[in-house]
C-alpha cells in the first residue's frame, strides 16, 4: 500500500500535474517580470517626456518673469504739470510726463547732448515709462511738486541684453543694440540705478506691441471668463442628458440613434465647432466678436459629448443594487436618481468634466474661427468684452518677430500650465471629498 | 372599499384559477392557496420576459402573522414571482406581467395603484446585502424621510431605533451609528436592510434568500428575527434551505418550472407531500 502511494506519488513528480505546473512556473513568471519591467519603462519614458518639456520651457521661460529696471529721480515740476494748481484729474493726465521722464534720465548722463544721442538714450526707457509717471501722479496727486524715485523697466532690447540674449561679442553693425547704448547700461549698472526685479506688469497687463510692457493678464481673464460659461453651461446640460439618456429614457432607435450621434459629435474636429458658433451665435443670433460668451458657447459644444460619455459611464458603474434598494423602500425613480445614483456617479462625471475643461482650456482652433485671435490690450471686464485667451496669446507671441517675445512665449505657457495644474487639484479635491467610501 | 368589492375581488380570484385550470393550460396548484387572514391575493399571475414565459398561472396568498416560504429548484421562477407583490418586475426592462395582486382589497396592478405607495406597504430585502454607502443611521432613516413618517428629529431617531432594535442589530451598533453601513459584517449588513425594510413600518415582507450569502450564525439570527417579524407583518421568504423553510415558515410553496406545484402547511408539504415532484425535490432526488 505504502509503496504503492510513494510509487504514484514519485509518478505524479515527474509527469503529475504538478510537475507540469512546475515546469510552466519558470516562464511564468519570467513572462510576468518581463511585463512589470516594460510597465515601469512606459512610466519612465513618459516621465521623462514630461520632464524634458517642462524644463525646457522652464528654461526658456523663467527668463520672463523677471524684468530690468532703472531707477528715476523725477522732478514732479508743478509748473509743467498742474501750473494752475488745480489739482483737477483733467489737468494732470494731459501733461507731458515724457518730457519729466526723459529729464531726469538726462540728468545722469550730462556728457549726451547730440539730438540723436539723446533719442537713443530716451530709447534705453520703455514707452511705458510715462504712463507709469502718470498714473502714480494721478493716483496721489500730492506728489507734484515733490521729488520722487521711480522705478521703470528698460525697453526689451535692452532688456534682452542685461539678460545675455544678445552677445556683445558681434560686430556692432550685426546687434539690434549699438556701443553706445552698452556703455549706458554698464553705467547705469555699476551706479546701482538698473535693477532686475520680478516683473509684476507680466501679471497686470494685457497685450503690448512692446515686449516689455506684454501681459498674461487679458489673455488669463479671457480664459477664465471663457472657461465659467463653458463650465455652467456644459456641466448641467451633459450631466442631465447622461442621466435622462442613462436612467430614464427607454431603449429604442430613438435613443440608439442619440446615442450615435453624441459619439460622433466627440469626433468633429474642434475648427467645425468654430464653424459653426461663427454661423450661429455671431452671423445669425448677432453675438459680439471676440468675447468670450460666444467662445463658451462653442467650446460647451466641443466639450458636451466627452461630460455625457463619461458621466454615463459613471452612472453605468453604480452597482443596480443600489437602485433597488431606493426602489424597494418606496423611493420615487427621481429620487432614486437624485439621492443615491447621482452621488455616487458624481467623482466620474467630475473627471470627465475637468478632461473637458482641460480641452476646452488648451483649445484654439474653433476660436479663431469667431475672432478670438484679436489684438487685444485691455483686460476684459466680463463675457462679452472682447478678449483672447492663453493658448491664442501664446500663438500670437511665438509668431511676433522680437526677440523678447520668445521669452514670453514660454512663460505664457508656463501661466497655463499652472492653470491647468491648479484646475486639476481642485478637481482632485472636489473628488476626494465627494468619494463614497464602501 | 366596500365589502362588496372585496367578494368581489375574492370571487374573481377563484374564477381565475378555476378558468385556467378549465383549459388546462397548466397543470393546476395541489393544496390550499389560501391563507387563514390574507394580506395579499395573486391570482392567475403570469410573467413573462420578453416572449418566454418565466412563470404561468400562478395563485397564491399571504396571510398576517405568517410566513409563506417559496421553494423550488433554481430558475424555476421564486424570485420572478416574489418580486411581482411589490412590482420590483417594473424596474426590470421587458418584463410583463399578467393576473392580479391584491394588497388587502386594492389591485396593485391598477393603473390608479401608486408604486412608491405599494412599495412603502410591501417592503423587500434582497439576496445580497445591499446598504446604501451612507451612515448606519442614513440608512434606516432614508425610508421614514421620503415618507414623511417622522415629524422632527427625536421621532426619528426613535423610528431608527426601534427598526435597529426589531432587526436585533441595535446592540452591536449604537455606538456607531454615524459609520458607514457597508463597514459592518455580512450578516449585520443584512439585518441593517431588514432594519431599513421594517423602518417604513410595512405590512409585508418579501425576502428573496436572505441569507445565502451568510455563515451559520448570522443565518440562525435571522431565522429568529423573521419567527420575532412575524408577530407584526406578513412574510413571504424564498430560500433555498429546505431546514431554513420547516425551521421558519407556517406554510411552504414549491414551485417547478414556473409553475406552483404544491402549497400547504409546512408540516405537511415536508412529512407527507402530496405531488411526486415536491417529494423528489425535499427528498433531495433532484432540483
Ligand atoms: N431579467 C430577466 N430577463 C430574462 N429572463 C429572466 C430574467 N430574470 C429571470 N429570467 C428567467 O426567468 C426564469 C425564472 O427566473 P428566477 O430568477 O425567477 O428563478 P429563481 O427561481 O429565483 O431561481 P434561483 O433559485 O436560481 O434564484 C429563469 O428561466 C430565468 O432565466
Ligand atoms: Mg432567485
Redesign the pocket.
Known amino acids: 500500500m505504502t509503496s504503492l502511494n510513494e510509487q504514484l506519488q514519485k509518478q505524479q513528480a515527474v509527469s503529475g500535474p504538478a510537475a507540469l505546473v512546475r515546469k510552466g512556473l519558470k516562464r511564468r513568471y519570467r513572462a510576468e517580470r518581463r511585463f512589470r519591467l516594460f510597465g515601469m519603462l512606459a512610466v519612465a519614458l513618459g516621465l521623462l517626456f514630461v520632464v524634458i518639456l517642462f524644463s525646457s520651457i522652464a528654461s526658456n521661460g523663467y527668463t520672463a518673469f523677471r524684468q530690468a529696471y532703472v531707477r528715476l529721480d523725477i522732478n514732479l515740476d508743478q509748473a509743467k504739470l498742474d501750473p494752475d494748481n488745480t489739482r483737477d484729474p483733467e489737468v494732470l493726465g494731459k501733461a507731458s510726463y515724457r518730457s519729466l521722464v526723459r529729464d531726469s534720465l538726462y540728468a545722469m548722463f550730462p556728457e549726451v547732448t547730440s539730438r540723436s544721442d539723446k533719442r537713443d538714450l530716451a530709447n534705453v526707457l520703455s514707452n511705458g515709462a510715462d504712463y507709469m509717471v502718470r498714473r502714480a501722479v494721478m493716483e496721489e496727486p500730492g506728489l507734484v511738486g515733490t521729488r520722487q524715485s521711480f522705478w521703470v523697466p528698460v525697453d526689451d532690447e535692452v532688456d534682452m541684453l542685461i539678460k545675455g540674449y544678445i552677445d556683445r561679442n558681434v560686430a556692432e553693425s550685426e546687434r539690434r543694440v549699438s556701443d553706445k547704448v552698452i556703455g549706458w547700461v554698464d553705467q547705469l549698472q555699476r551706479d546701482g540705478h538698473l535693477e532686475s526685479r520680478f516683473n509684476t506688469l507680466f501679471f497686470t497687463n494685457g497685450d503690448s506691441r512692446d515686449a516689455e510692457l506684454a501681459g498674461v493678464r487679458g489673455a488669463l481673464m479671457g480664459s477664465m471668463y471663457t472657461l465659467i460659461v463653458t463650465l455652467l453651461l456644459s456641466f448641467p446640460v451633459g450631466v442631465a442628458t447622461a442621466v435622462y439618456l442613462e436612467e430614464i429614457a427607454p431603449r429604442n432607435r430613438i435613443t440608439d440613434f442619440i446615442e450615435v450621434n453624441i459619439n460622433n459629435l466627440a469626433a468633429v474636429p474642434s475648427i467645425v465647432f468654430g464653424l459653426l458658433g461663427l454661423a450661429v451665435f455671431i452671423n445669425f443670433f448677432g453675438m459680439p466678436r471676440s468675447a468670450p460668451v460666444v467662445g463658451g458657447l462653442v467650446l460647451t459644444l466641443m466639450t458636451l459629448p466627452t461630460i455625457i460619455i463619461a458621466s454615463r459611464a459613471a452612472l453605468k458603474a453604480v452597482p443596480p443594487s443600489i437602485r433597488q434598494a431606493a426602489l424597494a423602500v418606496g423611493a420615487s425613480p427621481i429620487q432614486t436618481i437624485t439621492h443615491h445614483v447621482v452621488p455616487l456617479a458624481l467623482p466620474g462625471m467630475l473627471t470627465g468634466t475637468i478632461i473637458g475643461m482641460a480641452q476646452a482650456l488648451g483649445e484654439t482652433a474653433p476660436l479663431l474661427m469667431i475672432g478670438m485671435i484679436a489684438f487685444i490690450v485691455d483686460v476684459p471686464q466680463g463675457v462679452t468684452d472682447p478678449s483672447t485667451v492663453l493658448p491664442v496669446q501664446i500663438f500670437l507671441w511665438a509668431d511676433a518677430p522680437e526677440r523678447a517675445f520668445v521669452e514670453k512665449t514660454s512663460g505664457a505657457i508656463l501661466v497655463l500650465l499652472g492653470f491647468l495644474t491648479l484646475m486639476n487639484l481642485v478637481a482632485v479635491v472636489l473628488r476626494k471629498r465627494l468619494e463614497t467610501r464602501w | 372599499m366596500t365589502k362588496d368589492t372585496v367578494q368581489r375581488a375574492g370571487k374573481f380570484h377563484v374564477d381565475a384559477i378555476q378558468e385556467k385550470a378549465a383549459t388546462g393550460k397548466t397543470r393546476g396548484t395541489v393544496g390550499d392557496i389560501k391563507a387563514v387572514d390574507p394580506v395579499m391575493r395573486a391570482t392567475g399571475v403570469d410573467?413573462f420576459?420578453?416572449d418566454?414565459q418565466?412563470?404561468r398561472n400562478i395563485s397564491l396568498e399571504i396571510g398576517r402573522n405568517e410566513v409563506v416560504a417559496m421553494i423550488?429548484?433554481?430558475?424555476?421562477?421564486?424570485?420572478?414571482?416574489?418580486?411581482c407583490f411589490n412590482r420590483m418586475n417594473d424596474t426590470?426592462?421587458?418584463?410583463r406581467v399578467q393576473g392580479d395582486i391584491w394588497l388587502d382589497d386594492e389591485d396593485i396592478y391598477d393603473k390608479d395603484m401608486d408604486v412608491v405607495l405599494l412599495r412603502a406597504r410591501v417592503g423587500m430585502v434582497f439576496?445580497k446585502p445591499n446598504p446604501f454607502p451612507k451612515s448606519i443611521y442614513e440608512n434606516v432613516a432614508y425610508g421614514p424621510r421620503i415618507h414623511g413618517l417622522a415629524g422632527n428629529r427625536t421621532d426619528l431617531d426613535a423610528i431608527v431605533e426601534s427598526s435597529l432594535a426589531k432587526a436585533g442589530l441595535w446592540e452591536e451598533v449604537r455606538d456607531r451609528l454615524e459609520q458607514p453601513g457597508t463597514g459592518l459584517s455580512g450578516g449585520q449588513q443584512q439585518r441593517l436592510c431588514i432594519a431599513r425594510a421594517i423602518a417604513v413600518s410595512p405590512e409585508v415582507i418579501l425576502m428573496?434568500?436572505p441569507c445565502s450569502a451568510l455563515d451559520p450564525i448570522a443565518t440562525a439570527r435571522i431565522e429568529d428575527l423573521i419567527d420575532e417579524l412575524r408577530k407584526n407583518y406578513a412574510i413571504a421568504i424564498?430560500t433555498?434551505s429546505m431546514q431554513q423553510a420547516a425551521r421558519v415558515s407556517q406554510r411552504t410553496a414549491y414551485?417547478h418550472m414556473?409553475e406552483l406545484v404544491e402549497v400547504g402547511a409546512t408540516d405537511q408539504v415536508f412529512t407527507n407531500p402530496r405531488t411526486k415532484l415536491t417529494e423528489d425535490y425535499i427528498t433531495g432526488r433532484f432540483g
Request: proline share 3%; with cysteine; net charge neutral.
Open positions: 410573467v420576459y420578453g418566454k418565466a412563470i423550488g429548484p433554481s430558475g424555476c421562477g421564486k424570485s420572478t414571482f416574489i418580486r426590470i426592462e421587458n418584463c439576496q428573496d434568500e424564498v433555498h414551485f414556473g
